[in-house]
């Protein structure tokens, strides 16, 4: 047998009876459809999560099948249907048993807690097999009552007759067949006191374990509090901290700005002295390029005048020759004059008088020029 089929046979038991049709026209399984159908069943699993209650959940069920549920009750308030079927409880896998989930239940809601039951919907073969045996039910119940009605007319003549030997024989195999069903219900019963003894010990232990995880988590909690209550007084001085902080990142930040406006205040007037300063370079660039030209024009008239002044050097000292033998010429006429004795040697002296003061202007108007031209332009 497939595993898959194994695997749906246990979720959907009715399928015990399709084998065929999981199987092609060789013999071998689909596995593609096994696979598709179990990953179908499993996706349609529901969760219904069951508060703490004394009351009845009203489900009335037949090994894992849910064949009814009672009106009123807690089940129908949920929106559970029959034809469901329990897949797990509180997380573990439903039992095929009614006894052994009956006592599971009555466990769990003994404990007054909220539980999650997992089930599943019916799936169309199950739903079509419900009818055809909810038909047969049917006509076997209204045979049953006909001929109960039969018998009943001749109570009398059915105590007479006396079986025959066929039928202690049909009897004799009832009774066997009674006896093994008996055996077989009785083992199924310990199976279920064992399930049931195994789920009470692991509710114990669950529940042991469940109360030692309340309590740490409540001493978890108490140092949560704790520690939360440390963290918010931190958490209150270092918001008393940041908010003095930020008072005097704002004094700081006030002064620095008063400081930037100042420095901006600086920075334009030294650009507006920078531009005065540019203009003022700019015209005394211009006066030492004038400057400069003056210098070489008065350079070249240095030059000029330097070629003038030796002209008049050397007529100034060929003026004091001049005036030198003027002078001995005097000197020779006045001697001349002390012997002369007639009128023309007196001519000739005031003549000669007058070429000497001739002379001496002229001398003294080159001296005049020649100091004139040493004092008035610059020399080297």
Same mark, same amino acid.
């Not at 999560?49 to 308030?77: H, M, Y």
């Not at 963290?231 to 620095?256: C, F, G, Q, V």
């Given at each position: 047998?497939?595993?898959?089929?194994?695997?749906?046979?246990?979720?959907?038991?009715?399928?015990?009876?399709?084998?065929?049709?999981?199987?092609?026209?060789?013999?071998?399984?689909?596995?593609?459809?096994?696979?598709?159908?179990?990953?179908?069943?499993?996706?349609?699993?529901?969760?219904?999560?069951?508060?703490?209650?004394?009351?009845?959940?009203?489900?009335?069920?037949?090994?894992? +099948? $849910?064949?009814?549920?009672?009106?009123?009750?807690?089940?129908?308030?949920?929106?559970?249907?029959?034809?469901?079927?329990?897949?797990?409880?509180?997380? &573990?896998?439903?039992?095929?048993?009614?006894?052994?989930?009956?006592?599971?239940? %009555?466990?769990?809601?003994?404990?007054?807690?909220?539980?999650?039951?997992?089930?599943?919907?019916? !799936?169309?073969?199950?739903? &079509?097999?419900?009818?055809?045996?909810?038909?047969?039910?049917?006509?076997?119940?209204?045979?049953?009552?006909?001929?109960?009605?039969?018998?009943? &007319?001749?109570?009398?003549?059915?105590?007479?007759?006396?079986?025959?030997?066929?039928?202690?024989?049909?009897?004799?195999?009832?009774?066997?067949?009674?006896? $093994?069903? &008996?055996?077989?219900?009785?083992?199924?019963?310990?199976?279920?006191?064992?399930? $049931?003894?195994?789920?009470?010990?692991?509710?114990?232990?669950?529940?042991?374990?469940?109360?030692?995880?309340?309590?740490?988590?409540?001493?978890?909690?108490?140092?949560?509090?704790?520690?939360?209550?440390?963290?918010?007084?931190?958490?209150?001085?270092?918001?008393? %901290?940041?908010?003095?902080?930020?008072?005097?990142?704002?004094?700081?930040?006030?002064?620095?700005?008063?400081?930037?406006?100042?420095?901006?205040?600086?920075?334009?007037?030294?650009?507006?002295?920078?531009?005065?300063?540019?203009?003022?370079?700019?015209?005394?660039?211009?006066?030492?390029?004038?400057?400069?030209?003056? !210098?070489?024009?008065?350079?070249?008239?240095?030059? !000029?005048?330097?070629?003038?002044?030796?002209?008049?050097?050397?007529?100034?000292?060929?003026?004091?020759?001049?005036?030198?033998?003027?002078?001995?010429?005097?000197?020779?006429?006045?001697?001349?004059? +002390?012997?002369?004795?007639?009128?023309?040697?007196?001519?000739?002296?005031?003549?000669?008088?007058?070429?000497?003061?001739?002379?001496?202007?002229?001398?003294?108007?080159?001296?005049?020029? %020649?100091?004139?031209?040493?004092?008035?332009?610059?020399?080297?």
């Amino acid at each position: 047998m497939s595993s898959l089929y194994r695997h749906l046979c246990l979720m959907v038991p009715v399928e015990k009876d399709y084998e065929a049709d999981w199987k092609d026209g060789s013999g071998a399984w689909k596995t593609e459809e096994l696979r598709s159908q179990i990953d179908a069943i499993e996706s349609s699993h529901f969760d219904v999560e069951f508060p703490a209650t004394d009351d009845s959940l009203g489900l009335c069920f037949n090994g894992k +099948k $849910v064949t009814q549920i009672l009106p009123g009750s807690l089940s129908a308030r949920l929106g559970l249907q029959s034809g469901i079927s329990f897949v797990r409880i509180k997380g &573990a896998p439903a039992p095929n048993s009614s006894r052994a989930i009956t006592s599971i239940l %009555r466990i769990i809601v003994k404990n007054k807690k909220p539980f999650i039951i997992t089930f599943r919907p019916p !799936t169309q073969r199950e739903i &079509a097999r419900d009818g055809g045996r909810t038909e047969a039910k049917g006509a076997r119940r209204a045979a049953a009552a006909g001929v109960a009605g039969g018998a009943g &007319a001749s109570p009398a003549k059915q105590r007479q007759q006396m079986p025959a030997s066929g039928d202690v024989r049909k009897l004799r195999l009832e009774l066997h067949e009674l006896r $093994v069903r &008996a055996e077989a219900e009785e083992k199924l019963m310990r199976n279920e006191r064992e399930q $049931v003894k195994i789920w009470k010990s692991m509710m114990s232990s669950q529940l042991e374990e469940l109360e030692k995880a309340r309590d740490a988590e409540k001493a978890k909690a108490d140092q949560l509090r704790i520690a939360t209550s440390r963290a918010e007084s931190k958490i209150a001085e270092a918001e008393e %901290r940041w908010k003095e902080e930020k008072k005097k990142h704002a004094a700081e930040k006030e002064t620095l700005q008063k400081q930037l406006n100042d420095a901006n205040g600086r920075v334009k007037a030294l650009e507006v002295e920078l531009q005065d300063a540019n203009k003022d370079k700019a015209t005394l660039e211009k006066e030492a390029a004038e400057l400069r030209g003056e !210098t070489l024009r008065l350079r070249n008239n240095i030059g !000029t005048q330097k070629g003038q002044l030796d002209d008049i050097t050397q007529m100034f000292n060929s003026g004091q020759t001049l005036m030198l033998t003027a002078h001995k010429k005097i000197e020779s006429l006045e001697k001349e004059l +002390k012997k002369a004795k007639n009128s023309e040697l007196r001519d000739s002296i005031k003549k000669k008088d007058a070429e000497i003061l001739r002379l001496k202007s002229q001398i003294d108007l080159l001296e005049t020029y %020649r100091g004139g031209v040493q004092g008035g332009y610059p020399t080297e």
